[in-house]
């Protein structure tokens, strides 16, 4: 009997101790996972913290000024002083540009080009006289003005195929939908350059003459690089020629509705001024940013008249090809010259002087406040 107990009392602690050494390989499994896991949270932890630098920590060395009264008075008069310099300046200069607008929309039947107003009339042409009573100094400008005209509608400025300007052929045969419904004629012919911008281009037409002892002497109209140079030289591409044809490019395709000549016979005089980059084409693709806007034509710096247009008595001619009474526009013609701040703008020296005079008027009461109140330096800091 005790041999028996003596047994049992043996496989009973064998199996405790058994039990307890797989508690322990448990608990020390759990140890080491739990372990692990907040190794690896402090790791995630340390590398979402930003580098110990004293730029991604915020302490780099910083100035702020002390706005008291000894440094905001006398740096708002001394602004003031400054704006009303550069604004006097500006608004001098100004005044010192000669600038000529004249009318020639014919809405008035007064007006010499009233006729071509009429529908029933094609290929007008009309005289308009206008005198100098003193040298319009050279170099002179010649623009078109027209107003009521919003270039800077969105459906008018996107309706234009980019590959086409670019000379890429490809496009030529299937313009993009965004040119509709300037993409195809009437028989299905795609466009090239296909859009409303490219088929609404300007296309009125000018020649000055100087009236001497009542002869006519042409004044010479400079046509070269009056766009922009990026235009010119890298948004537009002419396509590639074909067979040393020019005109071959175009095969396939038909001019805008609107146009009297296709793309590749914009100027028969000068072969390299057609296409993609004719100036005159170039020059209207650049949209206006308001209704009322001018582009420029021509220059006058040529021959006789480089210095300028003479004092007397002129004719300019117009090829009235473009309707603007639709959406009751008007049409001007405007001569100017420019000094070392670009062409006539009174606007921006009056604001000049506007913002001079009331920071000089601020320091001023800002002084008289400072002198009543006595406030200190301290105080304000």
């Known amino acids: 009997m005790f041999v028996a107990l003596h047994s049992d009392l043996s496989s009973f602690g064998f199996f405790s101790i058994v039990y307890f050494i797989y508690e322990i390989e448990v608990h020390t499994v759990s140890l080491s996972f739990l372990s692990e896991d907040i190794r ?136 993009r939908d965004v040119c509709f419904p300037y993409s195809h004629d009437s028989k299905n012919n795609p466009i090239v350059p296909c859009g409303a911008i490219a088929n609404s281009m300007f296309n009125d037409t000018f020649e000055l003459y100087q009236i001497i002892n009542g002869t006519k002497k042409k004044v010479p109209l400079d046509g070269k690089g009056i766009s922009w140079w990026t235009d010119f030289n890298i948004k537009y591409r002419n396509p590639s020629s074909v067979n040393g044809s020019f005109a071959s490019a175009f095969d396939g395709t038909v001019k805008p509705i609107n146009w009297p000549k296709a793309a590749y016979e914009l100027d028969l005089t000068d072969p390299n001024n057609n296409g993609f980059l004719n100036q005159d084409f170039l020059v209207w693709m650049r949209r206006a940013a308001l209704p009322q806007f001018r582009k420029l034509y021509r220059r006058i710096t040529e021959g006789d008249y480089a210095g300028g247009l003479p004092a007397g008595n002129y004719s300019l001619t117009v090829h009235y090809n473009y309707p603007v009474l639709s959406f009751d526009g008007r049409k001007k013609l405007v001569f100017s010259n420019v000094s070392w701040m670009g062409g006539k703008n009174d606007f921006l020296g009056i604001a000049y002087l506007v913002v001079g005079s009331l920071c000089v008027v601020m320091s001023v009461v800002m002084l008289i406040v400072y002198a009543k109140f006595k406030f200190s330096d301290d105080d304000d800091a």
């Open 40 to 175: 690896m949270k402090n790791e995630g932890e340390a590398s979402e913290q930003p580098d110990n630098t004293a730029f991604t920590q915020q302490q780099l060395p910083a100035w702020q000024p002390i706005l008291s009264a000894g440094i905001v008075i006398p740096g708002f008069l001394i602004i003031g002083l400054a704006f009303l310099g550069i604004g006097i300046g500006l608004f001098l200069t100004s005044q010192t540009i000669q600038v000529l607008e004249m009318d020639y929309t014919g809405v008035e039947k007064d007006s010499p080009c009233f006729q071509c107003t009429m529908q029933s009339v094609q290929n007008c042409t009309c005289e308009v006289t206008f005198s100098l009573s003193a040298l319009f100094t050279g170099p002179v400008f010649f623009y078109y003005g027209l107003s009521n005209y919003f270039q800077n509608f969105r459906k008018y400025g996107v309706s234009k195929d980019y590959y086409q300007l670019t000379g890429d052929t490809q496009y030529f045969k299937s313009p």
